[in-house]
């Protein structure tokens, strides 16, 4: 037992300063789940996460963005992108967490550093109301315009910045779908103050936002609303039953501009991608036209003999295959390598076509 003992003992105290060594390879960067900082200010990366590691000491004034309007999300791959214009070594960097909410402070928002704060919660967005604000006497279709609220410290205001700063190229267009008994839900109390915070994506189909209302530090309601983006598309609409193999043309399709789910808007055809091109498969009367109804150009047929390349770190290796399945360019298909030393039971390669008789492992 005390050999066992010392041995155990012994690996131990050897292999400590390698653990240590792997360990000291990867500096981290841990995103905060959400910050508060001054309304016009830098955003660093100390600002959004917590730093571990020497190399990453000269990054930590690096501006990531700027809070020049309201609350908005920087992702993970957002500070990837930032460091590696900045000259940083991504492969010794870490990133943990996948988004930080930054919620720049303006209007009375200011003053909150001497009110009470929840210990519980991060840098939560806090309003504080101190007279009543009449909510939209009538919303169409409770279709809300996030623009006409983004400037007041009302929960309203704040949930519209939330949602529309994770578009932004669409915050003018875009309306935000919110029932009726959640606007309810919205509307301020004088001398509450608010706490206003994203329970899901904000990029999705339907955001959840948690309202806190306090009285002092004491919480006198918690409420849960939803909030469905909406953007504004040119679409085409299938004036009759389509056939597969059809062609497109002005008279078969009809242009409307519609708000749609954000996945819905990433999946429709815009009417110059439609004109001139086959349908993939039937499309009934009346039916929005999307992406993968209109057939592609074969970039690879089955059979096909395939360049596959593939890169590993600072090496690139091709090797030949054919292909098992037609593909079109972004299409991710598979393949089987031609050397004649393989195995029998090899297993197909999976890899995405990107030129003609071209594919890359991803």
Known sequence: MNIMLNITLHAFVALSPLVAAVSALADTV???PSVRVAHGSAVTLADLASLDGDALVKFSTLEIARADSGAFEISAENLRQKLAAAGA????IRIRGDTTVVRPIRGRVADLNAAPKRPTVENP???A????I?????VIENLVDPSAYADQATPLGVACNLV????PDESKTMRLFIREHDLAKLAPKPGLRYEIDAKTALGSDCVHIEVVAFDDTRIVSRERIRVEPRLLREVCVIRCDGRRGASLDAQSITTERRLLAPRAAERVAAPGEAIGEVLARTVPEGALLERD?????LAIHRNDRVMVRREVGMVAIEIEAIALEDG??????ALERTDKGRSRDAQPLSAEVVGRGRAVIR
């Open 164 to 167: 529309s700063n994770a578009f």
């Open 125 to 127: 967005a806090v309003i």
């Open 89 to 92: 070594e991504l492969r010794a």
């Open 129 to 132: 109301v101190a007279a009543p």
């Open 293 to 297: 109804d209109l057939a592609h150009e």
């Open 134 to 138: 009449a909510l939209p006497a009538k």
């Open 30 to 32: 841990t995103l905060r």
């Open 328 to 333: 079109s360019a972004g299409d991710v298909i």
